[in-house]
């Protein structure tokens, strides 16, 4: 569970760095922001689809 945690943390991160970036009006650093906030998504997806199942 921990690294699940890390891995959705970091995400998330990767993700909101990448938005703020997008935002600077300059066309390198659209891009770059855009890419990180593929990747970022990408890792906050893929953590939350493997999430533990909690048994009970």
Sequence with gaps: ???VTIFLLAGLFIFMLGVYLS???TTHWV???TSLAIIGGFMMGGSSYF???IKK
């Design 51 to 53: 999430l533990p199942k």
């Design 1 to 3: 569970m921990r690294k």
């Design 23 to 25: 935002t600077l009006l």
């Design 31 to 33: 891009v770059v922001g």
